[in-house]
């Protein structure tokens, strides 16, 4: 088709193309997200990615690489991030949770893609993290031991410059937040020492 010129290439091939693969990548996602685990359905999106850029480099002009990404990432990805992020005992906070480096790392690599994408990682991460120190900086029974208390902090700060370093490829954003979160948690023990 390239050979007849660019017009019929767009007209009868291109846009017929993204057209229906925006309609087959749509209904695709809403089922794979329904059946399917966050870590599950990530996984798939990385593979469709993968398969529709090696056809694109295979069987078409390569103008229509840009086109049919973008089609894959918003139906794929961007549409869905919100629910993936927020599914019970496999979203973002999960992951967090029980350190799935490699979970976290795909979803990282994909949301980076979108718009929105890593903010919506950093508002999770934001909202998790202050929550998790404020649990132990509140739980009185672990403020009764100091040492063992300013362990327990140290030792929950390491967990998440670990998941940072390991699966988030040290992003300064996601630095600056860890580093704001951190000094949330100080803060209610300064109050305590007033």
Known sequence: ??????????????????????????????????????????????????????????????RTEPEIRKVLETELIERNMKTLVEMENSGLVSMLRDEKTEDLARMYSLFRQVPGGLDLIRQTLYDFLLQSGLELVNDEERTKDPSNF????????????????????NDRDLLKTINRVHLLWKRPLELADD
């Open 150 to 169: 300013v362990q327990s902090l140290m030792d929950l700060r390491a967990k998440y410059d670990r998941l940072l370093h390991d699966a988030l490829r």
């Open 1 to 62: 088709l390239w050979e007849l010129g660019t017009p019929v290439y767009l007209e009868d091939f291109e846009i017929p193309f993204l057209q229906a693969s925006q309609e087959f990548y749509q209904a695709e996602a809403l089922f794979y997200i329904s059946f399917n685990s966050c870590p599950d359905y990530l996984r798939k999106a990385e593979e469709r990615l993968k398969e529709e850029m090696n056809r694109v480099n295979h069987y078409m002009d390569l």
